[in-house]
């Protein structure tokens, strides 16, 4: 067999499949289609459900035959389930804008890309509009591995009745990026604080000459510089191909496992996924050993902590609140007899929400 005859047979064999692809994927929007119908006759309203996606996730990650990684089959489902969602409830997201922002990419690899996305200038604006019902769903940063907690995102829980109902990770890579083409014309670099501060070697190493300048976001940064000659952006690569401004570093970050942890948050958290997360917000007395008691009920109950935080509640001096993060969901009998026990230890509960643990 000839080189051209292996190639014919291979391409008809991928046609075939393509076309087998097709049909079942179409099959699948049709079922939710039908889902769809039997929640409206039933009168309810829920249409997405994170625990379920979360379920088909982790499910398709351990059953992933190769050669595509796990990330990758696992971002192709996401999508198929988000063009079939699409079918039973368009979804609108809020995310942190503007276009280009590492918030909004958290927003697409969480929701895939048939969700209406919609860029807000603030975070406590997000919350206000998933507050209102102007949109079903927001998307907030709240943790980076390398600076820490986002502090008006916690600050925003303290007064908001939303429920966290989901997390996503996201990979942060650092691009420079301007209308220059040598790093010497660049006086100026713009980008979020803590952007700006996750490159601050290479900064240091590379353009010493610069000035620093934050505002609100990486993306905001590239809309700037695409304006201003003799400068430069720290943000992602998509903001290059929005802006159109050329690439002239990579991967910048000092850190090469740069992670940023976003929150989802809507009107209702999540039923049981079977790999769930809960969040708490919680005041301990102000006395000696008083943190130590707050505590000691999720050690009691064997409940694993994986986060604490503190923030000043801003009603005293000196006063404080903790926000927790705890693995297992709140109706699970081991968090709920630490929840009952905490109430009567602690000043203040709130639970901030259970949710699916991110799938990748």
Known sequence: MSQEQ????????????????????????????KVAQIKIAAGDGQFYRPEREAQILRRIKAENPGPLDDEE?????????????????PLTVAYLGPAGTFTQTAALKHFGHSVRALPLGTIPEIFREVEAGSVHYGVVPVENSTEGVVSHTLDSFMTSPLYICGEVCVRIHHFLLSHETQRSAVRAVYSHQQSLAQCREWLDHNLPQAERIPVASNAEAARLVAGRAGTAAIASESAAEIYGLGILAKRIEDEPDNTTRFLIVGRADAPMSGHDKTSLLLACRNEAGGLHAMLTPLADHHISMTRIESRPSRRGIWDYVFFVDIIGHREDPAILAALEHLRRETLFLKVLGSYPEAVL
Request: with cysteine.
């Open 73 to 89: 089959m696992t971002r192709l489902f996401r999508e198929i389930m988000s063009a079939c969602l699409a079918l039973e409830q």
């Open 6 to 33: 292996e190639l014919a047979q291979i391409r008809q064999r991928i046609d075939a499949i393509d076309h087998q692809l097709m049909a079942l994927i179409a099959e699948r929007a049709v079922c939710a289609h």
